[in-house]
Antibody, heavy 114, light 107 residues
């Protein structure tokens, strides 16, 4: 069974960084791109970018190029997203999804507040 | 960037109704479109891939159609479990882009 298990909710201070994880199981991690999607409260879905876990190659939406950093650890089958210089605009739920297909993580709620 | 424009923004319907919603791309995206259903508090669920292919386990009352710039999701026989927000996504070119969603509610 394919599962994407994301890390827990985060409460972080403005200006800080946070790193969230997405642990994959039930398939060969390096066979599929991992995508990340942002959803602010009561708003729509926004594509952040994707990583090829096989070689670490990344593609980002322009607005996230200096905000998000995607990495992948083949040894632990885990994808990561680090968000930096956090502001209230980054308060959102962040999803990982295998190739934007039928497999999504449960989402991580990141709250930026002092 | 390719803009995906969904309409209507919201709609009310009744059980048994036929429901049609639209997604228009600002440029040709071929058939590289998916449709997603998101219920409150849940992760999105893909219903349709490559514009018209139903994902495994998706009821056949859900039908996707279209190519190029115009796409449609149809629910042939609205059920009580179908209220949700429906999003289209183009994955023809980076950055991938979602539509703003169509909120489907029961009367």
């Amino acid at each position: 069974e394919v599962l994407l298990q994301q890390s827990g909710a985060e409460l972080v201070r403005p200006g800080s960084s946070v790193k969230i994880s997405c642990k994959a199981s039930g398939y060969t991690f390096t066979d599929y791109y991992m995508h990340w999607v942002k959803q602010r409260p009561e708003q729509g879905l926004v594509w952040i970018g994707r990583i090829n876990p096989a070689n670490g190659n990344t593609v980002y939406a322009e607005k996230f190029k200096s905000k998000a950093t995607l990495t992948a650890d083949k040894s632990s089958n885990t994808a990561y997203m680090q968000l930096s210089s956090l502001t209230s605009e980054d308060t959102a739920t962040y999803f990982c999804t295998r190739r934007l297909s039928g497999y999504w993580g449960q989402g991580v709620m990141v709250t930026v507040s002092s | 960037n390719t803009v995906m424009t969904q309409s209507p923004t919201s709609m009310f319907t009744s059980v048994g109704d036929r429901v049609t919603m639209s997604c228009k791309a600002s440029q040709n995206v071929g058939i590289n479109v998916g449709w997603y259903q998101q219920k409150t508090g849940q992760s999105p669920k893909r219903l349709i891939y490559w514009a018209s292919n139903r994902d495994t386990g998706v009821p056949d009352r859900f039908t996707g159609s279209g190519s190029g710039t115009d796409f449609t999701l149809t629910i042939s026989n609205m059920q009580a479990e179908d209220p949700a927000i429906y999003y289209c996504l183009q994955h023809n070119s980076y950055p991938y882009t979602f539509g703003a969603g169509t909120k489907l509610e029961l009367k």
